[in-house]
């Protein structure tokens, strides 16, 4: 099959660049975009280190070819923090401790970010849920799953705040 | 400097809660990097005109090869070019041989016979990966089948067929016999004892199953010298056994590795590496070769599988008085480090106990099957199963009497509240689009389950609950070979440290560790130091990330380089300030003061300003620690495995379905002496990861195929090759003990393996507890939960 123009707003900046028919979304990234945050740990859409967020959804991006996804958004670990500031997450992690070798952080820390977007006050079941696609084979989880439910707790400090400073409007 | 007498390092250890840095849970320095994506993993560089390997590897378990046919690999299109082993100047190796342990015994690329299913034959080089796979899947090899041996105990029979050009399949090499304890009299200990007790333990192989697969991308410099990036463990172990195999001088290659994706000892064996060299040599590109999940799997080394024979002679009061152990290890088809695993197996199965009368024999034995290597735990982790197993019913052999469990215990019908459905969560089926019958062999287990939940949700088992209890010790380092390591230390013009390390950081906080380490010795703040890993063109020589050694070893040579450095900045100060050097001190904030006039300091960038570019000198040092090689007494098995030992004890609670068979361990209760916790937020990290690992070695994790008899079939996938997920993690209470140790940094033993070991036992302990079923097989499959109840209810014990 022919090499194909494809179009994706990545981390919210237009991109355009040729792929073949085979090339996952993966691929695409790291390949032609250089995003390299989003990792290969299996190509089999079984460990989760590959999770971007598509169109707001968490995918496992080495099983989309990317020439199906023409058009979409994607969002990728290189675009969360902001001006050098870590968001919630991101910073909830490094507080938490819960990354080690740091291999699935990328990946649990999209699909943590798509759980929070739909849920921002998260059940510990929810963030199990969220997580149960991801592989991680050093921290045993739980500081992540902490991780994740201080990250909401963090964003909804921040709203009750802002609450406050405005007269209870937000 | 060659070895080190035990109070080398008492002011550091000795030095108490006075500390600035040690024993604060600093952030990780690499966790910002992490989180923002930035960290640089091996496959994260992409250097111009990249070529692929793949490898055509063998589909038998011993076989002749008689011959090799590259043609239609070559007419692929994207191929670059074939290797065979006429391609590899020195085809025979093996790890250890550094060391002085272990004989060349392993072919890079398989010559005129294959050992075992996988064994790579042909590496393809070619423009992208699917053109290298497709290649190497074209090349054909005509076989004649040899007959196989896949068992360790078949392996030893008198009429095996032998598959080592040694002449026997079990392992025996010169100056390395320490496979045997002798300690008293075993025959008079059991005759004198009032019951002997008799049980045989195993395990299947298990797979290191790090998130990144192994790999490595080699880059020609274009001056005739080969930069290998790899996510080795070992730095110089990959440089100096690549050149070896290269027939290259050392100083033609550079190795640059520091990030890994998990490691677990399945990174410490060299294989990738010198095969992408001599690709990159032979085509002057740069080329890369990872494994792919599947060869991860399949073709990766794995932890060995073992057989433990005990035989405990016991007296009434609950002493042990005489302790005979036969042991073997499954190496597989090649050594790599399973003998070294076996002599450390033998040295620690005495267990952590005062007992008389110890006969140990440790069988290292060849086999055709994937050749097993070093993984966490190395060595240890199935004794360790096995001797607390043993002694954990014993213990409480009173406790259950005829029956299940005592009706306190049980828990009727409870809800599934998610437990079976959660516990699966990683099998097939669960949104894999790609699912197809290979990967939905995996669910075996999870039918069990869901037969017995009902259309609500809600369940017809049984719990039972159990605790159980092990307690074993570890031995930090590995000292058949010194096990040395270095360090280099000096300062940047501004006040800065940079510590120069060839020592890989796995994961488990090492870079955070040693700078705490150089920073509390300096008196400088942490930030100050930055540690420069894994480059084996600046960083001096280290054997390695493994055997728990990476802190104690490791921070040991950058206590010595950073006292030296702080030596001279007290010199070059003192200068600087009119004073004597032994009346300046520091305080962690950077200044270096004058006792009892702390008015008059300076700042640690003044003194490196002014030893640049005043006085001439050089803040700097080095550090070299090496702990005295031991070698064993051949006779009695007598000999030094360690520096020091860490404990550790777990607790585990457990509900045994007895509809099922399904283990749940509810909770574990983690107790660790550590030695000194440096980090004690990252010493907790190692602990309840470890424990994580534990329950899933438990649990789940075989590479056994999944239809033993047809031998043809093991886990190509995590769908396949079960592990715990987010929901069935045990709730885990922690606890560090501190109890500093005479040689380490600042009193800090080595944890990083032993923390998977204790949850085994204690989950055996547990359910043996909850239901009378001793299980003495890895993992705890729920068929053998279950075949254990049946076999108590036809006993007459069961209800
Ligand atoms: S790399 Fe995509 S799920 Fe593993
Ligand atoms: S931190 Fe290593 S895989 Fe999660």
């Known amino acids: ?170 | 400097m060659t070895s080190i007498d035990p109070d080398y390092f008492e002011s550091e250890r000795d030095s108490g809660s006075g500390f600035n840095v040690i024993g604060t849970s600093v952030r990780r320095s690499d966790a910002r990097s992490h989180v923002t994506g930035q960290t640089e993993f091996f496959e994260d560089i992409s250097p111009a005109n990249l070529a692929y390997i793949a490898i055509h590897r063998s589909d038998r378990h011993h076989a002749t090869i008689n011959r090799v046919d590259v043609a239609e690999a070559l007419a692929v299109p994207g191929v670059i070019r074939a290797l065979t082993y006429r391609d590899i100047p020195e085809n025979w190796y093996t790890v250890l041989r550094l060391i002085g342990v272990e004989p060349n015994d392993e072919p890079v690329l398989a010559e005129d016979r294959v050992l075992y299913r996988g064994e790579p034959i042909v590496a393809v080089v070619a423009e992208s990966e699917d053109a290298a796979r497709d290649a190497a899947a074209a090349v054909v090899v005509d076989y004649t089948d040899l007959p196989a041996v896949l068992d360790v105990e078949e392996a030893l029979a008198p009429d095996a067929p032998i598959i080592k050009q040694s002449g026997t399949n079990h392992f025996v090499y010169e100056g390395h016999h320490a496979r045997r304890v002798r300690l008293g009299d075993v025959e008079a200990g059991f005759a004198a004892a009032d019951r002997v007790f008799e049980w045989d333990y195993r395990s299947a192989p298990i797979e290191h199953a790090p998130t990144e697969t192994t790999g490595c991308i080699v880059i020609p410099q274009g001056n005739g010298r080969l930069q290998i990036r790899s996510n080795t463990q070992a730095a110089f172990f990959t440089l100096d056994n690549t050149a070896l195999i290269l027939d290259r001088q050392f100083t033609d290659l550079q190795v640059v590795g520091g990030t890994v994706g998990g490691g677990f000892g399945g990174k410490v064996d060299v294989i990738v590496e010198p095969i992408a060299c001599v690709a990159a040599a032979l085509t002057d590109r740069p080329v890369k070769y990872a494994y792919s999940r599947e060869d991860e799997m399949q073709v990766s080394s794995t932890r060995a599988a073992e057989r433990i024979y005990i035989k405990d002679g016991v007296m009434d009061d609950g002493r042990i008085v005489a302790r005979q152990i036969t042991l073997y290890v499954d190496a597989g088809a090649y050594s790599r480090h399973s003998p070294y695993g076996t002599t450390k197996a033998a040295a620690h199965m005495p267990g952590p106990y005062t007992i008389p009368n110890v006969h140990v024999d440790c069988h290292c034995v060849y086999t055709n099957r994937t050749p097993s290597s070093a993984m966490r735990g190395f060595g240890v982790t199935i004794g360790d199963f096995a001797l607390e197993v043993a002694d954990g019913p014993r213990r409480g052999r009173d406790r259950h009497g005829p029956v299940g469990a005592p009706a306190a215990q049980r828990v009727p019908g409870r809800r599934s509240e998610g437990t079976p459905e959660d516990r699966f969560r990683h099998c097939p089926d669960r949104g894999d689009p790609t699912g197809g019958d290979a990967r939905r062999s995996g669910a075996a287990r999870r039918v069990r389950v869901d037969v017995v939940v009902d259309s609500e949700g809600g369940t017809t088992m049984t719990l039972l609950r159990g605790r159980g209890y092990a307690a074993v010790n570890y031995p930090t380092g590995m000292n058949l070979g010194g096990d040395p390591s270095q360090a280099l230390i000096h300062s940047t013009t501004t006040g800065g440290f940079v510590v120069s390390l060839s020592s890989v950081d796995l994961g488990q906080g090492l870079k955070t560790v040693v700078a705490q380490c150089a920073a509390e010795t300096l008196g400088m703040p942490f930030e100050s130091v930055i540690i420069d890993t894994a480059d084996t063109d600046t960083g001096p020589h280290c054997m390695g990330t493994f055997a728990s050694r990476g802190t104690h070893r490791v921070g040991n040579a950058v206590i010595m380089a950073a006292r030296e450095a702080r030596d001279v900045m007290l010199e070059v100060a003192a200068e600087e300030l009119e004073v004597d050097a032994h009346d300046l001190e520091t305080d962690g904030s950077g200044d270096i003061l004058v006792t009892g006039a702390p008015e008059k300091r300076i700042h640690v960038s003044d003194v490196a300003m002014a030893a640049h570019f005043k006085q001439g000198k050089t803040i700097s040092g080095r550090g070299m620690f090496l702990k005295q090689k031991s070698e064993p007494v051949p006779e009695t098995g007598e000999m030094d495995p360690d520096s020091c030992q860490a404990h550790a004890c777990t607790v585990a609670d457990v509900e045994v379905d007895d509809e099922t068979g399904v283990i749940e361990v509810i909770a574990l209760h983690n107790t660790y002496e550590v030695g000194r916790a440096l980090n004690p937020a990252m010493a907790m990290q190692q602990v309840e990861g470890g424990a994580w690992m534990g329950v899933s070695h438990a649990l789940f994790e075989t590479t056994e195929p999944y239809y033993p008899a047809s031998r043809e079939h093991g886990p190509v996938d995590f769908s396949q090759y079960l592990m715990p997920g987010p929901a069935d993690t045990p709730a885990q209470t922690s606890v560090l003990l501190e109890r500093p140790a005479s040689n380490g940094p600042y009193g800090a033993k080595g944890i990083g393996e032993m923390t998977a070991n204790a949850p085994i036992p204690a989950i055996a302990n547990a359910v043996y507890d909850a239901c009378g079923v001793r299980l003495t097989t890895m993992p705890f499959t729920p068929e053998s939960v279950l075949r254990g109840l049946d076999a108590r209810r036809e006993a007459g014990l069961g209800e």
Do not use: W
């Open chain 1, 1 to 170: 099959m022919a090499s194909q123009i494809v179009n994706l707003t990545v981390n919210g900046a237009d991109k355009e660049f040729i792929a073949r028919p085979p090339t996952t979304l993966l691929m695409a990234l790291r390949e032609a975009l250089h995003l390299t945050a989003a990792k290969r740990g299996c190509a089999q859409g079984a460990c989760g280190s590959c999770t971007v967020l598509l169109d707001g959804e968490p995918v496992v991006s080495c099983l989309v070819p990317v020439v199906t996804v023409d058009g979409a958004a994607v969002d990728t670990l290189e675009g969360r923090a902001s001006e050098g500031e870590l968001n919630d997450l991101q910073q909830a992690f490094v507080d938490g401790f819960a990354t080690q070798c740091g291999f699935c952080t990328a990946g649990m820390i999209m699909s943590a970010e798509a759980l929070l977007a739909r849920s921002p006050d998260p059940s510990r079941e929810e963030v199990l849920e969220a997580i149960s696609g991801n592989v991680c084979r050093c921290t045993g989880y739980e500081p992540i799953v902490r991780a994740i439910l201080d990250a909401s707790a963090r964003g909804r400090a921040r709203t009750e705040e802002a609450a406050t400073a405005t007269g209870g409007e937000i």
